[in-house]
């Protein structure tokens, strides 16, 4: 028996080691094989190889793995660790034994392992120490299987993994969803659930490094659950209704320090809205109600209720509403609104606090207290139901003693000086797209007919072309937003005249940014956004247009299959073309119609097992570097490209359905698709060469 007992905990233990597909698969069946105490010596090692427990490691990559970049890997992690999968059974099993695992304190994170030795630990943790009796110090934490899972899974998203793994970056994005994120929403709508008749399964639930946007995502499925959680409390009448009640005071006081240290430091750029996102889910609890189904199909629309217990919400939680809007001012100042996700997230605030009859009861909250904003401000003076206990007070936590009025005269002059940089903005874009217009309707008078006609068929959705159908919405959004904060405020929209939008005039001067530059230019904070606009102006395209991202109107397939065949011809006939793309007659103008012309390809790429101290050619690229880099360091790479033939261009869903009519004429006019084929290429011909005119 002990040899079959060791059998199968050395079989665990080797499978830990597995590619994850076969680990998964064998490991669900072999914990049905285990007995109870072989799942009490296995559980901590599964655990500890699950979250990379001892290395802080990437572990079975459940921050990095994604349904994009591994479907089959993503759906088998997600399966294993769903809320009834194998490794919840193990939990479940083991919970039936009231079995304790255990859990040294420096495995926690610094703020709760300093509280438990201070003594300002919440009541949780009361039933779960293991003190030293010499010492007479807590060393550990003793728990059940379900706690010791859940706390492993809580510190796992605390990493910085996306400052240990730099590649992991790429899945911190909107788009790129982890199965840890999915995790996260999967287990609070099990474990912390809306319906007060749902069953609840066994329950539980670095201070200058930025949290990753993952992070900050797990945290608004939490903020928007607990809304959920806690706005059920009136039809509840089980004795879980007291943790409802409690839910968003409990919520309140870590929140708020939390969020204004990070809105503070996060970058500005497009992934601030992350951070925005969730300071509006917080401010909006009547999104989150219990009738959310009925709801669901104008989801969008859900406005401001007046019910009692919103407006209570609004005066315990009043710091969070006025005080992050006036903390956050000054960052959207500094933000460049001729760019449409800036605009968007400035569309975004003024939409949700232009709520009707959420400005009159913000302004009316701060008035209640008779302009003794102090007392208010003061977390020494708050008093809640959740004070009593001890364990939620806010005199442990940090803010400031002034406090700023959301209606106040100060607020009013920085709503003033706003409105006149979105003006400015406003009339910039403008003047951007009448000058693109222009210059678009005098290129296209200059085409013959024959040119216009084969633009019109062949025209692609190019960067300019998307950018100029982006920076149209730009103005109405930014003339809505003006309108909409001088109506809250009582600001007049400021009429600016032309000099005043002078970007040439001293303060505006373009920086010459550079690497090697010791001055303040580096410091982003004092960069107007149209310095970064007339610098971001002189950044010319230096990338092969063969190269560029598969567009949404292209047929991935085909535009590999046609990449590699233009590859093979222009290395076959390469002195062909060339000599082709030179001539001054008929012939050199089609082919300058055909080809794509030479450039300079410039990119930046990471040398690998070596250390270069000059230029050096792979080739035909040469790579740049002025001293010694040391392994993995960047350099810009430069390829002269010659006059090559592309047939991208084929790969269009335009092109394909150009060549598909001519196929359907072609089989009902000679009963093959051959001879429509041909026609085709003989009308493209065609066109390119009057297009040569």
Not at 448 to 457: A, D, E, Q, T
Not at 653 to 666: D, K, R, T
Request: charge should be neutral; hydrophobic fraction near 40%; aromatic fraction near 14%.
């Amino acid at each position: 028996m002990t040899q079959y007992y060791d059998k199968n905990v050395n079989r665990v233990l080797e499978l830990l080691n597995y590619p994850i597909l076969e680990r998964c698969n064998e490991l669900k069946i072999l914990f049905n094989e285990c007995n109870i105490h072989e799942l009490q010596d296995i559980f901590p090692n599964v655990v500890q190889s699950v979250f990379g427990i001892g290395n802080r490691g990437i572990g079975w990559g459940l921050r990095t793995t994604t349904k994009k970049n591994a479907p089959q890997f993503f759906d088998t992690l997600f399966e294993f660790f769903a809320p009834m999968g194998p490794i919840f059974q193990i939990c479940y099993r083991l919970l039936n034994d009231a079995i304790k695992f255990e859990i040294n304190l420096d495995q926690l994170p610094h703020k709760i392992n300093e509280m438990i030795q201070t003594g300002q630990y919440s009541i949780f943790y009361a039933d779960l120490f293991n003190v030293d009796t010499f010492r007479r110090q807590v060393i550990s934490l003793s728990l059940n299987a379900f706690d010791y899972y859940i706390l492993h899974f809580c510190i796992y998203a605390t990493f910085p993994l996306h400052k240990m793994y730099p590649a992991a970056l790429q899945v911190h994005n909107e788009h790129m969803k982890t199965v840890y994120f999915f995790l996260t929403a999967e287990y609070l709508c099990n474990f912390l659930p809306c319906r007060p008749d749902s069953v609840v399964m066994p329950p539980n639930i670095c201070p200058t490094d930025l949290p990753s946007s993952e992070f900050i995502r797990v945290v608004r499925i939490l903020i928007k659950q607990t809304h959920s959680f806690a706005n059920s409390a009136y039809i509840d009448e089980t004795p879980m209704v007291t943790l409802r009640k409690l839910a968003q005071p409990m919520m309140r006081v870590p929140f708020y320090p939390f969020l204004k240290s990070t809105m503070g430091r996060w970058p500005l750029d497009s992934s601030f809205s992350v951070v925005l996102e969730l300071w509006l889910s917080y401010i909006q609890p009547w999104r989150y109600g219990f009738d959310w189904q009925l709801q669901k199909s104008n989801e969008n629309n859900i406005e401001f209720s007046s019910d009692n217990r919103y407006q209570t919400f609004i005066l315990d939680n009043l710091i969070i509403y006025t005080q992050i809007f006036v903390h956050i001012l000054p960052r959207f100042e500094r933000l460049d609104f001729t760019s449409l996700p800036n605009v968007i997230m400035l569309h975004r605030l003024v939409k949700v606090f232009n709520q009707t009859g959420l400005p009159v009861k913000l302004l009316q909250a701060e008035q209640s207290f008779g302009g003794n904003y102090l007392k208010y401000d003061s977390p020494r003076k708050q008093n809640t139901a959740a004070n009593s206990t001890g364990s939620y007070e806010w005199d442990n936590l940090h803010y400031d003693d002034g406090y700023t009025p959301m209606f106040g005269d100060a607020m009013q002059n920085t709503i003033t000086k706003f409105l006149k940089t979105i003006c400015i903005a406003r009339d910039q874009v403008i003047k951007e797209i009448i000058a693109k217009t222009e210059e678009n309707e005098e290129r296209y008078k200059s085409f013959g007919i024959f040119k216009r006609i084969f633009n019109k068929i062949f025209e692609e959705m190019s960067c300019d072309v998307q950018k100029m159908k982006e920076c149209n919405k730009i103005p109405d959004i930014l003339e809505s937003a003006m309108n909409t904060l001088g109506g809250m405020f009582n600001v007049d929209v400021p009429d600016i005249s032309g000099e005043e939008i002078d970007t040439s005039s001293p303060n505006c001067t373009q920086a010459n940014f550079s690497l090697y530059d010791d001055s303040n230019y580096l410091d982003v904070s004092h960069i107007s956004p149209f310095q970064m606009m007339n610098n971001l102006a002189n950044i010319k395209a230096s990338v092969d247009p063969a190269l560029l991202p598969i567009q949404t109107y292209e047929c991935a397939f085909l535009v590999r299959l046609l990449h590699r065949l233009s590859c093979k011809m222009n290395e076959k006939f390469h002195q062909e073309i060339e000599a082709l793309w030179y001539r001054s007659d008929i012939k050199g103008k089609l082919a300058r119609r055909i080809f794509y012309g030479p450039m300079t390809a410039q990119w930046f790429d990471k040398p690998y097992g070596k250390l270069y101290s000059k230029p050096f050619k792979i080739s035909m690229i040469t790579c740049f570097m002025g001293s010694i880099f040391p392994l993995g360091e960047s350099a810009l790479c430069e390829q002269q490209l010659p006059p090559r033939l592309s047939l991208r261009y084929f790969a269009s869903y335009q092109c394909l359905f150009f060549v598909a009519i001519f196929c359907i004429i072609g089989y009902i006019k000679c009963h093959t698709v051959i001879i429509g084929v041909i026609t085709a290429i003989m009308v493209l011909l065609t066109f390119l060469y009057m297009c040569s005119f």
